[in-house]
């Protein structure tokens, strides 16, 4: 495993996290299998959200029971800000206000069973609230020690930029990190996103970056989805249908050309792209989490980079 910093702040993550969507959805001992596999592999970083799991909530109750006593070896990033039915009380639509933040957070760490949080992240704008007021909230939460560092998902370019400049200028504690969805399918983040990422120097953290289990190698155009793979389990055949074959038969065969497989493709080349810091991939069974290590061994040329953004 390799480490590396998270933009330009002192937190340092895994190459590859793990996303816990899965977990209170998946049961406790398969959960907890996950997580000893994520320590064996090397990974540090888990990321599950306050709407995660089956009912909201229920991911962070269930991560924090795995981790245990082992809660201070990791870096666990959770979020807030989109609709969790109810789970802080009345929101009335202004998820980044101050009353919003200070309640999810004491919400957030009971449910984790921990006293910090080492990233609490925004998970998608609020359009409602201006972003002084969610940051001045976030920086008190930072100042109290139940925050050690920030981010926000789903944040477009001029976005990023905005509240990097907002919290430069109030002295405010800044966002070290967005969370976007980035793939090699899926690179429209590449245009606007990143530079201003590198600019302010905040690290991303891409999620889907299998694209659903498209970039794994699993599917085939014109074939049904395998029995036993998610999209089969969940009747998901429409992403078959409407999947960009011609581009990911191309990828299929740059990975070929080198001797490699999809899914070291996948993830090893979107972990040598600009700003990413850490590649979260979701895992529901130990031998999914070794694979997604074992891909991000691969480090790609610049020649590879090259031939890879042709693609």
């Known amino acids: 495993m390799r480490y590396r910093r998270l933009g330009r702040s002192g937190l340092t993550v ?24 994520a320590f064996d592999n090397g990974v540090t970083l888990f990321d599950t959200a306050d709407i995660y799991g089956a009912t909201p909530g229920a991911s962070e109750e269930a991560l924090g029971a795995a981790l245990g006593a082992r809660r201070d070896e990791v870096v666990v990033a959770t979020k807030f800000g989109m609709n969790a039915r109810g789970l802080h009380g009345a929101d009335w639509g202004a998820r980044g ?11 957030s760490l009971r449910r984790l069973g921990t ?33 050690r ?15 990097a400049w907002v919290a430069q200028t109030r ?8 969370q976007n969805r980035y793939s090699l399918l899926n690179r429209g983040v590449e245009a606007e996103l990143v ?15 299998l694209e659903m289990g498209l970039l794994t190698g699993k599917y085939r155009r014109g074939d049904a989805p395998p029995a036993g793979t998610r999209l089969a389990r969940e009747g998901m055949e429409r992403v078959l249908a409407d999947a960009p074959w011609d581009r990911i038969e191309r990828l299929r065969e740059y990975s070929s050309e080198r ?21 979260i991939a979701g895992a ?13 061994a691969w480090q790609p040329t610049a020649d590879d980079l090259a031939e890879l953004a042709k693609r």
């Not at 992240?121 to 972003?131: F, S």
């Not at 560092?149 to 509240?163: C, E, L, P, T, V």
């Open 149 to 163: 560092y920030i981010g926000h998902s789903n944040f477009s370019g001029w976005q990023a930029a905005d509240a």
């Open 259 to 279: 001797g490699l497989d999809q899914l070291t493709v996948a993830i090893g080349g979107l972990a040598a792209q600009p700003a990413v810091a850490s590649v």
């Open 171 to 178: 002295h405010l504690t800044p966002f070290v990190s967005a």
């Open 97 to 107: 206000s101050r009353r919003y933040i200070v309640r999810a957070a004491e919400s």
């Open 14 to 37: 895994s190459v590859v996290g793990i996303g816990c969507n899965q977990f209170g959805r998946i049961d406790a001992a398969a959960t907890q299998a996950v997580v000893d596999a």
């Open 195 to 209: 530079p201003a990422l590198e600019h302010y120097g905040l690290g991303l953290l891409p999620f889907f970056p």
């Open 284 to 296: 529901t069974r130990p031998e999914q989490v070794a694979a997604n290590v074992a891909a991000a």
């Open 115 to 147: 006293d910090y949080i080492d990233l609490y992240q925004m998970h998608e704008p609020d359009p409602a609230t201006p972003i002084d007021e969610t940051l001045a909230a976030l920086d008190d939460l930072v100042r109290s020690g139940k925050v």
